[in-house]
C-alpha cells in the first residue's frame, strides 16, 4: 500500500462546478498535512496545510479525518485558473520529510 | 521576493557521463530537500539535510547519487555515471518549519 493514496484522475469540470479531492495515508503517526498545486512543467507550491478542525480559505476547504486517516480538498465555484495538479501531502515524521501522494489532474473548462 | 534558484534548468547529456545539479535554497532556511519526478513515479525525496547535516537519504541509489551541502548557500545533487532511467526533473526545496518552497526544477534528459 502506498503511503500516501489519491483519487486517480483527470477530473473535467466546467466552470463554476465544486469538486473534491480524497486522500489517504498509511502512517496513523502523521502530524502535518497540506495540499500543494502543480502547474503543469511548474514547481509544486503550498496551497493550504490542513487542520483537524477543518480549514477553509476563499473557495477552498480542507478537512482532516484522523480516524479514517483521510483528507479532503473542496474547490467550489472552480475557475479555468484552478486547472491544475492537486498534490495530497503528508508528513512522515516530525522532522520534514513530506511523502506527496501521485497527484490528480483538474482540467476546469469554460 | 525570495526564492530557491536551481540550476542548470535543462541538461541533456549521454549515458555514462557524470551529472551535477546546484541548489541556492532561500537565506535562513535550515532545511534543504531533493526530489525527483516523473511520471511514472510522482514526486519522490531522494534526500535532506538540516543544518548542512545529512538527515535521510535513504530515497537516492547510492551506488551513482551523492547529495552535499558545501555551505549553507549552496546544495549539490550529483549523479555518476548516468544512465538513462535518471531521466527525470529534479527539484530542490528549503523550508524552516512545515511549508517547502521549491525551485524551478532541472530537466534532466539522459540519452
Known amino acids: 500500500r502506498k503511503e500516501v493514496e489519491q483519487d486517480p484522475g483527470p477530473f473535467n469540470v466546467p466552470e463554476g462546478a465544486t469538486v473534491a479531492f480524497n486522500c489517504t495515508y498509511s502512517n496513523s503517526a502523521s502530524q502535518s498535512f497540506f495540499w500543494y498545486r502543480q502547474d503543469c512543467r511548474k514547481e509544486p507550491k503550498l496551497l493550504m496545510s490542513v487542520y483537524s478542525s477543518g480549514n477553509e480559505d476563499g473557495r477552498f476547504t480542507a478537512q482532516l479525518n484522523r480516524a479514517s486517516q483521510y483528507i479532503s480538498l473542496l474547490i467550489r465555484d472552480s475557475k479555468l485558473s484552478d486547472s491544475a495538479t492537486y498534490l495530497c501531502?503528508?508528513?512522515?515524521?516530525?522532522?520534514?520529510?513530506?511523502?506527496f501522494g501521485q497527484g490528480t489532474e483538474l482540467s476546469v473548462k469554460p | 521576493d525570495a526564492r530557491v534558484t536551481q540550476t542548470p534548468r535543462h541538461k541533456v547529456t549521454e549515458m555514462g557521463q557524470e551529472v551535477t545539479m546546484r541548489c541556492q535554497p532561500i537565506l535562513g532556511h535550515n532545511t534543504v530537500f531533493w526530489y525527483r519526478q516523473t511520471m511514472m513515479q510522482g514526486l519522490e525525496l531522494l534526500a535532506y539535510?538540516?543544518?548542512?547535516?545529512?538527515?535521510?537519504d535513504s530515497g537516492m541509489p547510492k551506488d551513482r547519487f551523492s547529495a552535499e551541502m558545501p555551505d549553507a548557500t549552496l546544495a549539490t545533487l550529483k549523479i555518476q555515471p548516468s544512465e538513462p532511467r535518471d531521466s527525470a526533473v529534479y527539484f530542490c526545496?528549503?523550508?524552516?518549519?512545515?511549508?517547502?518552497?521549491f525551485g524551478p526544477g532541472t530537466r534532466l534528459t539522459v540519452l
Open positions: 526545496a528549503s523550508g524552516l518549519v512545515d511549508e517547502q518552497f
Open positions: 501531502v503528508v508528513e512522515f515524521n516530525q522532522g520534514g520529510k513530506l511523502i
Open positions: 539535510f538540516r543544518n548542512r547535516a545529512p538527515l535521510d
